[in-house]
């Protein structure tokens, strides 16, 4: 099964910037443990644009889509038998990046 994990940042209280190397080491465990399958960090939530064309003309605006002090930093896509072994990922990877975790299975 596939999971999308989600690393959630905080702009009051944000994680150690200083992560990189021990986030690297961790990817390549989990490249060698057969779980990765993406991942990738975001830009800050000020680079976001969001588009909406559910109306009779596409609407643009700059910024997040919802103005929240938490904000999406990075995702991991993962493949793991099940949810506890993702789960226990999960709580490894909150450590190393010291950062909230959301993991989510695909549908």
């Known amino acids: ?11 009051d209280s944000p994680g150690n910037a200083n992560r990189r190397p021990a986030i690297s080491a961790f990817n390549e465990r989990l490249i060698e443990g057969g779980y990765w399958v993406f ?3 975001l830009a800050d939530p000020e680079a976001a644009t969001v588009i ?14 919802l103005e929240s002090k938490e904000y999406l930093a990075g995702i991991w896509v993962w493949e793991a038998p099940d ?3 993702a789960l226990a990922l999960a709580a490894e990877a909150s450590q190393i990046c010291d950062r909230r975790i959301e993991v989510r299975p695909f549908a």
């Open 1 to 11: 099964m596939q999971y999308f994990v989600s690393v959630i940042d905080d702009q």
């Open 39 to 41: 991942a990738g960090g």
């Open 83 to 85: 949810l506890d072994v």
């Open 52 to 65: 909406d064309n559910r109306g009779e003309a596409p609407m643009i605006s700059d910024g997040p889509f």
